[in-house]
């Protein structure tokens, strides 16, 4: 079928929810039980809208960033999708094979489109400038008709190789919602399914040549067929075990890449109670047993099912044996669990003393100027010798662990299976067999002991981090479907608080009550009070970081649940207290245009400039060696506190919100330059809100 327009295969852009929520269902991402997404208005902005939808029926939609020399090799692994061709036409992309895209047409059939094609009808109208200036050149230089097109094109491809298209987007399941289509889509349920079966396979070969050359043994002849069928099975070992490798790899990244997706979105969901309580030494330890969860659980945890599936399979051939394997398995279940609670004991003293030690590091010139010299090692030594009689604990559980399992089960089972040796009851083959049987379990046990102390590492660990596991399962209010951002006039209510009341636990008392306040555009408001007064936890109510236990908060008329979270911080925007901000280990630019989006465009880099010159900071500037791609790292490179404060007062303005609330962010400033920033400040912010102190 020759294909020669893009209209009939894709969907217009009154129709693009239809086309969202079919690709849903077609490729089984999200939750298709939701009702369907209210279709697209022209005048709002589309990735909001397209970041909305997906939301809405349970799956994320990531932008596609790429340039026109790279389009056919990102396109290619970029599905399900949808890509924009003109400002009216959508292609809804199902999957990509052998360099053709499998497209959902409106009519709901699938057409195979070369990506050749989809690649012009995107490039074409963007080089339509270009070709203008072309077409003169080439008819004066002489090319022959026949080569003008072929010329054309390549010189057209050389002049928008490095334009950028931003136009796509990638459907993926949502990191807190859909458990099963993560692990889909992370390939970890198909490739667990060909470990299991492959390496179930192995052992099955693996008695079957133990019987063939235990009758052979027991009978005590050397049949030439039986040994090229025993010299076949072990062969054929070999790449049933390959199988196996390559499959617990595949399963080992695919799993760890999830988890680490999950855990970076459940912090991210944390709200500000669950922070302010644990210090730095407290997030370094569930960062170290995140990284626990996904090496030892990966690996350990594999080993572990492994050795469960070979002692199933032993179980099988045993025979009358098999309930003396059960009998034993009930044991070392138990062994296990005393490992297993010493374990979590040493660990929680462990991660104790990570927490302990950070803080101190954090904290050590405090102490050196206001601790006793004598009383300095003095907690740490106590809990040093807690900590040796609990390893002491752990090690004894540990090595009679691994010494009495696996030895223990093969001297039980080789005097349960001596008298069937001694009398000759059963037939060679079968004695052969359920010795393979006692050998393999025997192995099993070796694999699962050596295992455990991983697998009990993950479990604690998993423990520690599950806060942050559930927290990634939070719903987000989406509100109603993005509209048109309209400008405020001066004098209109950006913001709302009517008798709004908050207390940070539930029987505690009110840090606020009644707290009633309307700021409209152009307004510029000023905060003032004593400290602890609640400035601060008012301007969190304001920008959304935390929700009043009652009263109303509206922004340009709307509550929360209405216009959404995504929405709120894009019109409200706050820079907080210094010691709640942070730079980050990343370049200035990062830095100043982290609320921006991502990565972003030459207009940003020129914007973020002005903004930081006129801020104050061009001599910092002019310093760095890199400008603005300069890395600054965590603590921030040779940034004085005052530079730091303004780079969070910049990173806030780059927003372009409708309101920007400052909480003390002048207040580490020196006379002139607080003039200079302030005077930014009232230029750049539509609407303004400053607490500070009298």
């Given at each position: 079928?020759?294909?020669?327009?893009?209209?009939?295969?894709?969907?217009?852009?009154?129709?693009?929810?239809?086309?969202?929520?079919?690709?849903?269902?077609?490729?089984?991402?999200?939750?298709?039980?939701?009702?369907?997404?209210?279709?697209?208005?022209?005048?709002?902005?589309?990735?909001?809208?397209?970041?909305?939808?997906?939301?809405?029926?349970?799956?994320?939609?990531?932008?596609?960033?790429?340039?026109?020399?790279?389009?056919?090799?990102?396109?290619?692994?970029?599905?399900?999708?949808?890509?924009?061709?003109?400002?009216?036409?959508?292609?809804?992309?199902?999957?990509?094979?052998?360099?053709?895209?499998?497209?959902?047409?409106?009519?709901?059939?699938?057409?195979?489109?070369?990506?050749?094609?989809?690649?012009?009808?995107?490039?074409?109208?963007?080089?339509?400038?270009?070709?203008?200036?072309?077409?003169?050149?080439?008819?004066?230089?002489?090319?022959?008709?026949?080569?003008?097109?072929?010329?054309?094109?390549?010189?057209?491809?050389?002049?928008?190789?490095?334009?950028?298209?931003?136009?796509?987007?990638?459907?993926?399941?949502?990191?807190?919602?859909?458990?099963?289509?993560?692990?889909?889509?992370?390939?970890?349920?198909?490739?667990?399914?060909?470990?299991?079966?492959?390496?179930?396979?192995?052992?099955?070969?693996?008695?079957?040549?133990?019987?063939?050359?235990?009758?052979?043994?027991?009978?005590?002849?050397?049949?030439?067929?039986?040994?090229?069928?025993?010299?076949?099975?072990?062969?054929?070992?070999?790449?049933?075990?390959?199988?196996?490798?390559?499959?617990?790899?595949?399963?080992?990244?695919?799993?760890?890449?999830?988890?680490?997706?999950?855990?970076?979105?459940?912090?991210?969901?944390?709200?500000?109670?669950?922070?302010?309580?644990?210090?730095?030494?407290?997030?370094?330890?569930?960062?170290?047993?995140?990284?626990?969860?996904?090496?030892?659980?990966?690996?350990?945890?594999?080993?572990?099912?492994?050795?469960?599936?070979?002692?199933?399979?032993?179980?099988?051939?045993?025979?009358?044996?098999?309930?003396?394997?059960?009998?034993?398995?009930?044991?070392?279940?138990?062994?296990?669990?005393?490992?297993?609670?010493?374990?979590?004991?040493?660990?929680?003293?462990?991660?104790?003393?990570?927490?302990?030690?950070?803080?101190?590091?954090?904290?050590?010139?405090?102490?050196?100027?206001?601790?006793?010299?004598?009383?300095?090692?003095?907690?740490?030594?106590?809990?040093?010798?807690?900590?040796?009689?609990?390893?002491?604990?752990?090690?004894?559980?540990?090595?009679?662990?691994?010494?009495?399992?696996?030895?223990?089960?093969?001297?039980?089972?080789?005097?349960?299976?001596?008298?069937?040796?001694?009398?000759?009851?059963?037939?060679?083959?079968?004695?052969?067999?359920?010795?393979?049987?006692?050998?393999?379990?025997?192995?099993?046990?070796?694999?699962?002991?050596?295992?455990?102390?991983?697998?009990?590492?993950?479990?604690?660990?998993?423990?520690?981090?599950?806060?942050?596991?559930?927290?990634?399962?939070?719903?987000?209010?989406?509100?109603?479907?993005?509209?048109?951002?309209?400008?405020?006039?001066?004098?209109?209510?950006?913001?709302?608080?009517?008798?709004?009341?908050?207390?940070?636990?539930?029987?505690?008392?009110?840090?606020?009550?009644?707290?009633?306040?309307?700021?409209?555009?152009?307004?510029?408001?000023?905060?003032?009070?004593?400290?602890?007064?609640?400035?601060?936890?008012?301007?969190?109510?304001?920008?959304?970081?935390?929700?009043?236990?009652?009263?109303?908060?509206?922004?340009?008329?709307?509550?929360?649940?209405?216009?959404?979270?995504?929405?709120?911080?894009?019109?409200?925007?706050?820079?907080?207290?210094?010691?709640?901000?942070?730079?980050?280990?990343?370049?200035?630019?990062?830095?100043?245009?982290?609320?921006?989006?991502?990565?972003?465009?030459?207009?940003?880099?020129?914007?973020?400039?002005?903004?930081?010159?006129?801020?104050?900071?061009?001599?910092?500037?002019?310093?760095?060696?890199?400008?603005?791609?300069?890395?600054?790292?965590?603590?921030?490179?040779?940034?004085?506190?005052?530079?730091?404060?303004?780079?969070?007062?910049?990173?806030?303005?780059?927003?372009?919100?409708?309101?920007?609330?400052?909480?003390?962010?002048?207040?580490?400033?020196?006379?002139?330059?607080?003039?200079?920033?302030?005077?930014?400040?009232?230029?750049?912010?539509?609407?303004l809100m400053v607490i500070a102190h009298p």
């Amino acid at each position: 079928m020759g294909i020669h327009t893009p209209e009939a295969f894709a969907w217009p852009v009154a129709r693009l929810g239809d086309a969202v929520r079919e690709l849903v269902v077609r490729t089984g991402i999200g939750n298709v039980s939701m009702e369907p997404v209210q279709n697209f208005a022209v005048a709002a902005d589309l990735g909001d809208w397209l970041d909305w939808a997906a939301k809405h029926l349970g799956c994320e939609a990531e932008p596609i960033e790429s340039t026109l020399r790279d389009l056919e090799h990102d396109l290619a692994c970029a599905f399900p999708s949808l890509i924009r061709i003109s400002d009216e036409l959508f292609l809804a992309v199902l999957e990509a094979r052998k360099r053709r895209l499998c497209v959902l047409m409106p009519d709901l059939k699938v057409q195979r489109i070369p990506l050749a094609d989809v690649c012009n009808w995107i490039r074409q109208p963007l080089g339509e400038p270009q070709r203008l200036e072309l077409t003169p050149l080439l008819e004066s230089a002489g090319i022959p008709p026949v080569l003008r097109a072929r010329t054309m094109r390549f010189l057209l491809n050389d002049q928008l190789a490095n334009k950028r298209f931003d136009q796509g987007w990638v459907l993926r399941p949502h990191v807190g919602a859909n458990t099963l289509g993560l692990l889909r889509e992370a390939g970890a349920i198909q490739n667990a399914g060909a470990l299991v079966g492959s390496h179930t396979l192995q052992y099955l070969l693996w008695l079957a040549s133990w019987a063939i050359l235990g009758r052979l043994s027991f009978e005590g002849r050397m049949d030439r067929g039986w040994l090229i069928a025993w010299a076949l099975l072990l062969f054929t070992l070999v790449p049933c075990q390959s199988l196996t490798t390559w499959c617990q790899g595949l399963f080992a990244i695919g799993l760890g890449s999830l988890l680490r997706r999950r855990l970076l979105y459940g912090a991210m969901r944390l709200k500000p109670e669950e922070l302010h309580h644990q210090g730095i030494g407290s997030f370094l330890g569930q960062a170290l047993e995140a990284e626990a969860v996904e090496t030892l659980a990966v690996s350990g945890g594999i080993i572990g099912l492994l050795a469960a599936i070979e002692i199933i399979v032993a179980g099988f051939v045993l025979g009358p044996l098999g309930l003396a394997l059960a009998a034993w398995c009930v044991f070392v279940a138990a062994v296990v669990y005393r490992f297993l609670r010493h374990y979590h004991r040493w660990t929680d003293m462990r991660m104790a003393l990570t927490q302990d030690l950070v803080e101190s590091m954090v904290g050590h010139r405090t102490r050196l100027a206001q601790q006793k010299r004598e009383e300095w090692h003095e907690t740490e030594d106590q809990a040093l010798y807690g900590y040796m009689g609990v390893s002491g604990q752990v090690d004894r559980a540990g090595a009679w662990l691994i010494a009495a399992v696996a030895r223990g089960w093969l001297v039980t089972a080789l005097a349960c299976l001596g008298p069937s040796l001694i009398t000759r009851h059963d037939p060679p083959a079968v004695t052969a067999l359920r010795l393979g049987g006692i050998l393999l379990a025997y192995n099993a046990f070796k694999k699962l002991t050596w295992s455990c102390a991983d697998v009990a590492a993950a479990y604690v660990a998993c423990k520690r981090i599950a806060p942050l596991f559930r927290a990634a399962g939070r719903p987000e209010v989406l509100g109603d479907a993005p509209v048109a951002r309209s400008e405020l006039e001066i004098g209109q209510n950006v913001i709302e608080a009517d008798r709004i009341t908050f207390r940070y636990r539930q029987q505690g008392s009110f840090s606020l009550q009644a707290c009633s306040l309307a700021i409209r555009s152009g307004d510029r408001v000023l905060l003032e009070g004593p400290s602890g007064g609640g400035k601060t936890t008012f301007a969190s109510l304001l920008s959304g970081t935390r929700q009043p236990g009652s009263g109303l908060v509206l922004v340009h008329g709307f509550d929360r649940h209405t216009l959404g979270d995504r929405k709120w911080k894009q019109v409200v925007t706050a820079a907080p207290q210094f010691h709640e901000n942070h730079i980050f280990t990343e370049t200035f630019a990062f830095n100043v245009l982290m609320g921006r989006g991502w990565p972003p465009h030459a207009s940003d880099f020129e914007e973020a400039e002005t903004v930081c010159r006129e801020l104050g900071l061009g001599d910092l500037l002019d310093t760095m060696p890199s400008g603005l791609l300069q890395m600054v790292g965590e603590g921030g490179w040779q940034l004085s506190h005052g530079e730091r404060s303004r780079v969070f007062m910049a990173r806030a303005l780059l927003q372009r919100a409708d309101l920007v609330i400052l909480d003390e962010s002048f207040a580490a400033l020196d006379p002139e330059n607080l003039q200079i920033a302030l005077e930014c400040t009232l230029r750049h912010a539509k609407s303004l809100m400053v607490i500070a102190h009298p």
